[in-house]
């Protein structure tokens, strides 16, 4: 492998913070990879008196994840990646003939240094240490022949140890979680109507649905609007979840397919049977899943009518536990009472209720404890009520 690599140019701006001088620019996935290595911090010789390196340890799912990302059309890498690489490896030269020598711009290459069997020899593909970005260069893996993937850096020179650990400790701990729900609602600015965009759009039409169930009930970007507090008791994500999962398995293939250009797709012939709500999506017929939902909740509004519309503390109905409950058991429902592509009616659905005897003092985080058990024990519960089977179709044959 060593024989086929060559030293990387790429052009660079440099940049002066407390820390240091650093340098910017981009290189292509695969000559990052081929010159990028990490180091795991472990316990050597098995002691914990012995540690060394600075990275967390790989996250398999993560990188996963990753490798398919980076093969959508709308994948994205915009933050830097960060390198530190020695000095004797380095060289620099003008970016143009007229530029001065302490020029911001400048020519850079990446290349070994020594000789193989030299006790300070550099290879090629042992140039680059990550400091940050050890899971995107990995997932970038999974590249497709011939697709194109720059990748910012940011390039250390000669950063000691102490340096390195810095930056990766602040980069790292600086990073807040992004709230689920204002991922979903910026769905909102998607170009295409894919799966995530879809079922937004029909929870805000709910929501906004003054004779619906679930007027006035979510809490769009996670908080609830002034006023409406006690009223809106689920947050936008927790509502989008469950209703995506009836649609795809494959949120961000369907979506890049929908980018492309493509709408017609091949599905199992029994696929609607998990994912419910799939042939709707394929129609781009979202009235028939608004209706179907509204029906479906109605229903349940009508059986705890105080419960789900005054929502008292402590009760779970409307809340996150009830509402994944009730969701959950949205499938046998429909696949009692539909074929494929059949609006859920809300005869059907007030016949399924009658036949539960949970009552209002019940439904509280007492007997439902918050989290996916409590989810899990009233899905049970409304599944034995109802006699309803979580495998139950109403067609003998599927085709």
Known sequence: MENELEPVKIVVSKVSQPIGEFYVGSIESRQLRAISYVEIRAFLEGTQKKIAGIQRERNEGRINEIKRYVNLE??????????????ECVDFEPYCENADEGSAIQKMTLKPFGNEGDEDYTPLDRIAFII???????????????????????????????????????????????????????????EERGPMKFAHEIILAMNHDEEGPFHDKIKRLGKAEAGKGHIQTLAQATVVKPLLDYITPDPEGDRNKRYKGIFSSKRPVNAWTRHIFQP???????????????????????????????????????????????????????????????????DACDEVFRGISIPDEELTREHFLPGSSGVSTLYNRLLDESGLSDKQSKQQTLF
């Open 74 to 87: 709308y994948a994205t890498f915009p933050t830097s990646v960060i390198i530190s690489v020695p000095p």
């Open 132 to 190: 940050d970005g050890q899971h995107r260069v990995a997932g970038l893996e999974g590249l497709k022949d011939g697709k194109l993937f720059d990748v910012n850096v940011s390039i250390f020179i000669g950063a000691s140890e102490a340096d390195k650990a810095e930056i990766f400790a602040r980069v790292n701990q600086a990073q807040t979680k992004v709230n689920p729900s204002l991922v979903v609602d910026l769905a909102s600015f998607y």
């Open 280 to 346: 709707f999506y394929d129609d781009d017929n979202d009235a028939a899943v608004f209706l179907c939902l509204t029906n479906y909740f109605n229903a349940v509004k009508a059986r705890w009518p105080k419960l789900w519309d005054d929502a008292p503390a402590g009760t779970v109905l409307n809340r996150t536990t009830g509402y994944g409950a009730l969701m959950k058991f949205l499938r046998p429902v429909y696949l009692s009472k539909c074929d494929k592509g059949e609006i859920l009616t809300r």
